[in-house]
């Protein structure tokens, strides 16, 4: 779950031109479905199906309390930002400074939220959570791209990291915030759990409007629903595609959060990084020690360099808030525990063990747990360097999950060498990490082909960091079968065990 967004609002700014520069439509994205008419033909004139946001009075979400539909000349964040229709602040820090940002979408913006009793999302000045925003391309290529967003963000979080493409691709874009955001959303539903169950019906709610909405747009429904996001939204992939997998052809799950009601999951690897960091960073004799506790917690060996950042920034905040989502006893009265307690403090969460917590804890788990028993092809991918969600207690169990529920043939899984969980760390550390949005265009491309029938996609492996490759090729390719000879771990990764 990448960084939970800041609680204030920087005012409205013009996006600041990176330096690879805005991208024409055409440079982003080669790969297009079978297009719809408003794809290939120019629009017509005003009254006309073909016309600029021709038929936006006539959109109705089925379902929203509020709708509000805008026509805009730019849907990405290349005019968003200044038109006010995206909000910075949401995926500030996810994605690398210098992503280019694609131009030349135009079409209607429809932003709004479905009832609820929550209000933590003060997007739009409206006070309730639930929000969504749905974009609609003039030039349409008859597909539809759903997505939650990652960490505890609002619904414009994916607007860097995956909506400006697939916009630049053609496809209509539909996200939510989840139902609940910011970093005390545990304090919505009644039991323990209740908050990310309703990640999972928001989600489900929004692609059933969503395809409701494209339908009245273009006049006919999409060939293409393909579910995709980051983190929490991975794992919003992996649960729609388990339980709800009649609404989509597909997804493309980054990075996202395990949940098992017997573990692995984040509160097993967590405690022991606030445990036994410390000790690590006093150095002295008793560091190596810490050191291989932290190994043998799934923090891989290569990834101390992350290890500072993601105490001060990650692992605390975030083991508190989610043990208090499913947990809230354990730490009696208290609201999500102690910062940067020391362990043998009581109710401390550096202490937390959570095979030893009651029932009650594992049954409010399990009502959000994955099974692996997907029901249409998914891809999945994470970094190796990933200290926040280490992936051998993460994608590397999922994987093993899909294989045994007898899946196995509609997942393909890549691991992605010196990649990390926050994309803006290769800015931090440079010539040290790879970002990952590339790797999930060239994910989603191949899932696209993967369900048109053109070809199926590389078995599982390690995906290997081009050596000598320039951050500028780091940002904007990843193949996922390298050139023959760059490196010997592009092998099948084994899942099975």
């Known amino acids: 779950m990448p960084p939970h967004r800041t609680p204030h609002r920087p005012s409205r700014r013009r996006a600041r031109r990176t330096a690879l520069g805005a991208l024409s439509l055409a440079a982003v994205c080669t790969l297009l479905i079978t297009p719809a008419t408003p794809a290939t033909a120019a629009p017509a004139g005003p009254g006309t199906p073909d016309a600029h946001c021709a038929g936006r009075a006539r959109l109705h979400v089925p379902g929203a309390a509020r709708q509000q539909a805008d026509c805009l000349a730019e849907l990405t964040t290349a005019g968003t930002v200044t038109s006010g229709h995206t909000d910075p602040a949401d995926y500030a820090g996810l994605t690398p400074k210098d992503l280019p940002t694609p131009t030349g979408v135009p079409g209607i913006q429809i932003d709004g939220y479905f009832p609820d009793t929550s209000a933590t999302n003060n997007n739009h000045g409206w006070q309730h959570d639930s929000q969504f925003v749905i974009r609609l391309p003039d030039h349409w290529n008859g597909g539809l791209v759903v997505a939650g967003t990652p960490g505890n963000r609002e619904q414009y979080a994916n607007d860097r990291a995956i909506a400006d493409w697939v916009l630049a691709c053609g496809y209509a874009y539909a996200a939510t915030d989840k139902g609940n955001t910011g970093t005390a959303f545990y304090r919505d539903g009644r039991r323990p759990g209740d908050a990310i169950a309703e990640w999972n019906t928001r989600l489900t709610q929004l692609t059933r409007a969503a395809r409701a909405v494209v339908t009245q747009r273009y006049h006919r429904p999409p060939a293409r629903t393909l579910a995709t996001g980051i983190s929490n939204g991975g794992y919003l992939v992996r649960w729609q595609l388990e339980n709800h997998p009649e609404l989509y052809d597909g997804g493309v799950?980054?990075?996202?959060?395990?949940?098992?009601?017997?573990?692995?999951?984040?509160?097993?690897?967590?405690?022991?990084?606030?445990?036994?960091?410390?000790?690590?960073?006093?150095?002295?004799p008793g560091a190596a020690e810490a050191a291989a506790a932290l190994h043998r917690a799934g923090f891989p060996a290569g990834s101390e360099f992350l290890w500072p950042y993601h105490h001060q920034v990650y692992w605390d905040l975030t083991q508190r808030i989610y043990r208090e989502e499913v947990d809230p006893g354990y730490?009696?009265?208290?609201?999500?525990?102690?910062?940067?307690?020391?362990?043998?403090?009581?109710?401390?969460?550096?202490?937390?063990?959570y095979a030893a917590r009651p029932a009650a804890v594992h049954r409010a788990v399990a009502r959000i747990a994955l099974t692996g028993r997907i029901g249409k092809p998914l891809i999945t991918l994470q970094g190796t360097l990933d200290v926040l969600l280490p992936i051998s207690q993460d994608a590397d169990v999922y994987a093993r999950m899909v294989h045994e529920a007898g899946r196995g043939s509609l997942l393909r899984y890549y691991r992605i060498?010196?990649?990390?969980?926050?994309?803006?760390?290769?800015?931090?550390?440079?010539?040290?990490?790879?970002?990952?949005?590339?790797?999930?265009?060239?994910?989603?491309?191949?899932?696209?082909?993967?369900?048109?029938?053109?070809?199926?996609?590389?078995?599982?492996?390690?995906?290997?960091?081009?050596?000598?490759?320039?951050?500028?090729?780091l940002l904007t390719s990843c193949p996922l079968v390298p050139e023959q000879g760059t490196r010997g771990n592009d092998r099948p990764h084994r899942t099975r065990g």
């Open 417 to 473: 060498e010196d990649g990390t969980h926050t994309d803006s760390l290769a800015d931090v550390f440079p010539g040290r990490l790879r970002p990952m949005v590339p790797c999930h265009r060239s994910a989603f491309e191949a899932l696209e082909r993967w369900i048109r029938g053109d070809g199926v996609p590389p078995a599982d492996r390690t995906v290997p960091r081009p050596p000598g490759a320039t951050p500028d090729t």
């Open 331 to 353: 730490d009696g009265g208290a609201e999500a525990g102690s910062p940067y307690c020391a362990s043998g403090t009581p109710g401390c969460d550096a202490d937390y063990d």
């Open 253 to 284: 799950d980054w990075e996202g959060t395990l949940w098992r009601s017997d573990g692995p999951n984040l509160l097993t690897s967590l405690p022991a990084a606030l445990r036994h960091y410390p000790a690590y960073a006093a150095g002295g």
